[in-house]
């Protein structure tokens, strides 16, 4: 049950996510300025969740679904949830999805896999990240690859930071590699052993935190 003081805070986190939400959704900053043809950015999460989820950018096939992650490596994601003791579903049920920009950047020039959004794109959208982590107050983010991770952590390899973790102000930050199938990082067996024991980290926080 939850208390009358409670229900109020959690009602006004509530209100307040969903008119930042909507502010994004309304967002054309980087189309405007030229750097995508056309914005189109999405949204997904409650002010109730504990995990916030912080990828690169949406590829494609989430704008065409209106929902973060809903790729393939959604799929690769939710599965690691899974060995980490949460249930099927947990990603797009209970998880806040949000990334370093919110519009598809599009295609790599060269053809090879997505678009890093650049600098000015993460500043105009660093915002909405900063906003969403103050109005949902997770208590675990889980930074996908290495550009969500070097944005928290500054330059860093991978090798040297999966499989650790940080606590800042009481918010646990885990570094995790990307889970798009461009990542050939976890076909070496080393990295896969790193890559378990951040699992291991997130289903200990699992049962100590009932996430
Ligand atoms: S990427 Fe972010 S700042 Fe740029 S148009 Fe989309 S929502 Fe706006």
Redesign the pocket.
């Known amino acids: 049950m939850v208390a009358n003081g409670e229900q109020g805070t959690n009602d006004r986190a509530a209100n307040e996510l969903s008119i930042l939400q909507q502010q994004?959704r309304q967002?054309?900053?980087?189309?405007q300025q030229g750097?995508?043809p056309v914005?189109h950015?999405i949204v997904s999460g409650r002010s109730t969740d504990r995990i916030l989820v912080i990828g690169q950018a949406p590829g494609h096939r989430s704008i065409e679904k209106d929902q973060p992650f809903s790729g393939p490596g959604g799929m690769v994601l939710q599965h690691w949830l899974e060995a980490a003791g949460f249930p099927p579903g947990y990603l797009h049920e209970h998880t806040y999805l949000s990334s370093l920009?919110?519009?598809d950047p599009g295609k790599h020039p060269n053809g090879n896999g997505d678009r890093k959004?650049g600098k000015p794109?993460l500043l105009?959208?660093r915002p909405?990240l900063e906003a969403e982590l103050r109005i949902v107050q997770p208590k675990v983010v889980l930074l996908l690859g290495t550009m969500a991770i070097e944005t928290f952590f500054g330059p860093v390899k991978l090798a040297q930071i999966i499989g650790k973790y940080q606590e800042r102000d009481g918010l646990l930050l885990l570094p995790l590699p990307h889970p798009s199938g461009v990542s050939r990082w976890l076909n070496d067996p080393e990295h896969k052993e790193l890559h378990q024991q951040a699992l291991m980290i997130l289903a200990r926080w699992r049962s100590l935190y009932s996430l």
């Open positions: 994004i967002c054309r900053l980087c189309q750097y995508i914005a950015p920009t919110r519009c959004p794109e105009l959208c909405y």
